[in-house]
Nanobody, 125 residues
Framework: QVQLVESGGGLVQAGGSLRLSCAAS????????MGWFRQAPGKEREFVAA????????YYADSVKGRFTISRDNAKNTVYLQMNSLKPEDTAVYYC??????????????????WGQGTQVTVSS
């Protein structure tokens, strides 16, 4: 059974940093693409970042480029999202997702097969 478990969310002031973790289990993820999405109240879930596990190639939404970094630890089967220079508009529930088929585009929610339960990130002004 595939499980994606996010952690690391919390309350931070604008300009601060947080690191989210996504622990993956239940199958081999080396051929997958892992993504982070977020959903703010009253808004649709949107793409944040993705990484192809085998190559390490990364993708970012324009809104987070230069501030967020996605990475993975093969030994720990964990994907990270380092978030710096946080803004109040980054406030959302952040979800980890796995695309076992590495489909395109990476920004499309429907291309992801498994989802975590989400972790809340709140940025105060």
């Amino acid at each position: 059974q595939v499980q994606l478990v996010e952690s690391g969310g919390g309350l931070v002031q604008a300009g601060g940093s947080l690191r989210l973790s996504c622990a993956a289990s239940g199958r081999t993820f080396s051929n997958c693409r892992m993504g982070w999405f977020r959903q703010a109240p009253g808004k649709e879930r949107e793409f944040v970042a993705a990484i192809t596990w085998s190559s390490g190639y990364t993708y970012y939404a324009d809104s987070v480029k230069g501030r967020f970094t996605i990475s993975r630890d093969n030994a720990k089967n964990t994907v990270y999202l380092q978030m710096n220079s946080l803004k109040p508009e980054d406030t959302a529930v952040y979800y980890c997702a796995a695309d076992i088929g590495r489909r395109s585009p990476v920004t499309k929610k429907a291309n992801y097969d498994y989802w975590g339960q989400g972790t809340q990130v709140t940025v105060s002004s």
